[in-house]
């Protein structure tokens, strides 16, 4: 009972707290930078992590009433701590800007903030512009995950090559579906919002089935890149994207899984494997 009320908190922390997406980006561009033979340091990993934490903070903190309807054990959890988030995601933030400042990169700084304004300006801005055009916040969200690979190549000053480009696009190919599965579960606070979702234009099981052609034509780009030789062999393992995203997609029929699990822990988990993937093969 002790260890438990311990290590419950813990857990609510890591699931609700952003930390299984931070770190599934910090683990993107490991990634990108294992294919790419890039020597990666420990302060861009804190600047992805802490920046992805606090534009998921502060979009959390932002709708943490909408989202009760669609997630309310994780929107129980932000409402106990709404107060401390503005303080943890200016505290993050003057970390981020402390090591870009020491690191003299002008441009990296420019870009990182950049990034960092467009995440935060979803809630207030982009995500309205769905009321307009079908999909623009799954396109949105996809979009400014991938840039991570560009402000990788600016952060290390490495030209922007087909390599780069290749698995920037496998990228935004796997987060594009990985939002719009989210969209499902927010259907019902999407319509209310009056927002054009392609969960809501075309209905659960038609985006399942664009969902599974996506997730198969995701990994075209490394199939091109190994032809090429632009980019390693290993970058094949990731074709294991392809049955774990089968899998997750077909968890909506499970009545036996939480739903809490599902989206916040298997969803938003998957990219954390993605470096073990090429590590395995790279060790064989």
């Keep these: 009972m002790i260890i438990e009320k311990i290590l419950k908190p813990i857990w609510q922390e890591f699931i609700y707290g952003g930390h299984i997406m931070s770190l599934g980006a910090a683990s993107i561009v490991y990634t990108a930078s294992l294919l790419l033979n890039l020597k990666i340091t420990w302060d861009f990993l804190l600047i992805v992590y802490l920046g992805t934490d606090s534009v ?75 009321q307009k055009i079908i999909g623009f916040k799954d396109f949105f969200v996809a979009l400014t995950g991938s840039l991570l690979i560009l402000l990788l190549a ?31 579960k927010d259907i019902e606070t999407d319509k209310q919002e009056g927002l054009k979702t392609l969960a809501i234009v075309l209905g659960q099981n038609r985006l399942l089935q ?51 699990f599902l989206y916040n822990v298997i969803i938003d988990g998957e990219f954390i494997f993605w470096p073990f993937f090429i590590l395995i093969c790279k060790h064989f």
Excluded at 77 to 101: C, D, G, N, Q, V
């Design 154 to 184: 600016i952060y290390y000053s490495i030209p922007i090559n087909l390599a780069l480009f290749l698995f920037f696009v496998f990228v935004f190919f796997e987060l594009f579906v990985n939002v719009n599965f989210f969209d499902i």
């Design 56 to 130: 998921c903070l502060y979009n959390r903190y932002k709708e943490f009433q909408i989202d009760f309807l669609s997630n309310p054990e994780r929107t129980k959890y932000i409402e106990k701590h709404i107060k401390k988030i503005p303080s943890l995601i200016f505290f993050f933030s003057l970390i981020i800007l402390a090591i870009l400042i020491l690191n003299k990169n002008l441009l990296s700084l420019i870009f990182t903030v950049f990034l960092l304004l467009m995440g935060m300006f979803y809630s207030e801005f982009f995500k309205k512009i769905t």
């Design 210 to 260: 664009l969902l599974n052609i996506i997730a198969i034509l995701a990994v075209l780009p490394l199939i091109i890149g190994v032809y090429l030789r632009v980019l390693p062999i290993s970058s094949l393992m990731l074709f294991l994207t392809i049955p774990y995203t089968f899998f997750y997609l077909r968890q909506l029929e499970n009545k036996n899984i939480s739903p809490s």
